[in-house]
């Protein structure tokens, strides 16, 4: 069966411009979660929707917004890139029955590398 | 919530010795443990798993220990080989599973020839 698919693979954007992200899951898989990774800082969760509803959110600033829809698959927002928002954007997604158990049904996507200049 | 610590945070080992790779975690009710090992320029992927009534799980050269009562576990990787290098990462869900997924901040492991 197919991965979780996310486009675009690579993506450069200056400073001030937004930028949406896409995410499709698993056939079957209702829940997406969305992670930022940095080189530092590991993987930092951004927020998880599942039934078209945001069920959990990290502690990112309200420019990071997200979206599901009815098909499962998400989207990501930024929108007044900052320099420091260059990252690997990850998403995974899990059954309902496995959400919160990471690795239990938890797949991730191969991301998105944003680059802000 | 739940926090979790991973160390260290770079680790350098001799191709064919061992690599040792702890994570604490804080919620004592997590019951779920997993390792995830993601290579460069591609996905995290997890590699081994162990819930709380075992204290070790082994699958060929990798296994994982786990100490509920230390709040800690650790991944051991034996006779290590080059496509070993890898950063790593550890896993504690929380029960709740409505809570949010915690990562330890990740390991990068470079096998030296």
């Known amino acids: 069966k197919a991965g979780v698919t996310q486009t675009p693979r690579y993506l450069i954007k200056t400073r001030g411009q937004q930028v949406t992200l896409s995410c499709s899951p698993i056939s079957g898989h209702r829940s997406v979660s969305w992670y930022q990774q940095t080189p530092g800082q590991g993987l930092q969760f951004l927020f998880e929707?599942?039934?078209?509803?945001?069920?959990n959110k990290g502690n990112f600033p309200g420019r990071f917004s997200g979206r599901q829809f009815s098909n499962s698959r998400s989207e990501m927002n930024v929108s007044t890139l900052e320099l420091g928002d260059s990252a690997l954007y990850l998403c995974?997604?899990?059954?309902?029955?496995?959400?919160?158990?990471?690795?239990?049904?938890?797949?991730f996507g191969s991301g998105t590398r944003l680059t802000v200049v | 919530g739940e926090n979790v610590e991973q160390h260290p945070s770079t680790l350098s080992v001799q191709e064919g010795d061992s690599a040792v790779i702890k994570c604490t975690y804080s919620?004592?009710?997590?019951?779920?443990f997993p390792w995830y090992k993601q290579e460069l320029g591609k996905r995290p992927q997890l590699i081994i798993d162990i819930r709380s009534n075992v204290g070790e799980k082994k699958d060929q050269r990798i296994a994982v220990t786990l100490n509920k009562t230390a709040k800690h576990f650790s991944l051991h990787i034996t006779e290590t080989q080059p496509e070993d290098s890898a950063v790593y990462f550890c896993?504690?869900?929380?029960?709740?599973?409505?809570?949010?997924?915690?990562f330890g901040k990740g390991t990068r492991l470079h096998i030296l020839p």
């Open positions: 896993a504690a869900p929380p029960q709740n599973r409505d809570d949010k997924i915690i």
């Open positions: 929707y599942f039934s078209e509803t945001q069920r």
């Open positions: 919620d004592s009710a997590s019951n779920y």
């Open positions: 995974a997604s899990a059954t309902v029955a496995d959400r919160g158990l990471a690795g239990y049904g938890y797949t």
